[in-house]
């Protein structure tokens, strides 16, 4: 995928990595970046970096409406990074289900609603690219993370799956997994389970620019960042001994 002179969309542009992506994207030189975010008066300083190629866009995942508005309102997209979700801290057993449901409805059913209201866009516009935001959590059911980890694996399959069906239409698929990234979303993670913060964290940006590269160079599985290469290995080699690594936290 080339970026330069490409149209992207990036969901949850408005804060973390998805902002992240909107500065890398404009770095690397593409042509326009739709900033996707539920409110969009928090993307007025994402627009501020570049006003003449940033194009706010309201996109709620969990809004059938606003996906098919968002979709008839970037209809130039042949980049789409699915970068937005949630997350509710707690152990399964005995969480809120509702909290459970929220995260699986965005990061599962809201990503996969998103991305067959797009679909059809990158194809008419010849093809391209699908960028899924998926985690390292992935590979693992870690007990404080709740229903995370679960909604994260059902995206990596999800991934998978339609790799096959969009390939014949031009379009790629990438999985990205990133390690601990210095967000809002992972100090809060940090604060309800201070066990998550001896992991090594990796900036917003440089993660950012590591996808971008992934990309670039064609990678259907990309590892951002040196811990997530470094469990990524772990997890072909050995899935048991992640699981054991993991589910202590």
């Known amino acids: 995928m080339r970026i330069e002179g490409s149209t992207v969309l990036v969901t949850g542009a408005n804060r973390g990595i998805g902002r992240a992506f909107v500065s890398a994207f404009l770095a690397r030189g593409a042509r326009r970046v739709h900033a996707a975010a539920r409110n969009t008066a928090a993307l007025e300083p994402v627009v501020a970096e570049a006003p003449d190629r940033v194009v706010p866009l309201a996109l709620d995942l969990t809004d059938p409406a606003t996906v098919e508005a968002a979709a008839a309102a970037a209809s130039d997209v042949t980049l789409l990074v699915n970068n937005a979700g949630t997350h509710g801290m707690g ?5 809120d289900l509702g909290v459970v449901e929220d995260v699986m409805r965005t990061n599962y059913l809201g990503t996969l609603r998103v991305l067959r209201a797009f679909a059809p866009v990158v194809e008419r516009n010849g093809g391209g690219a699908v ?3 998926i985690s390292i959590g992935a590979f693992a059911g870690t007990p404080s993370l709740g229903g995370y980890p679960a909604s994260k694996a059902a995206l990596h399959l999800m991934t998978q799956a339609v790799r ?22 992972f100090d809060y993670a940090v604060r309800c389970e201070p066990a998550l ?15 971008i590269d992934g990309l670039e160079a064609g990678e259907e599985d990309i590892f951002p960042d040196a811990f997530a ?5 772990e997890w072909r080699a050995d899935p048991k001994a992640l699981e054991r690594r993991l589910m202590h936290i």
């Not at 152990?91 to 969480?95: E, S, T």
């Not at 290469?229 to 290995?233: L, T, W, Y």
């Open 164 to 185: 096959a069906d969009l390939a014949p239409r031009g379009i790629t698929v990438h999985a990205v997994f990133p390690g601990p990234v210095e967000t809002d979303m």
């Open 229 to 233: 290469a470094e469990i990524g290995r």
């Open 197 to 211: 913060g001896e992991f090594p964290r990796t900036s917003a940006a440089e993660v950012a620019a590591a996808v």
């Open 131 to 133: 960028a899924n935001v």
């Open 91 to 95: 152990h399964l057993l005995d969480m």
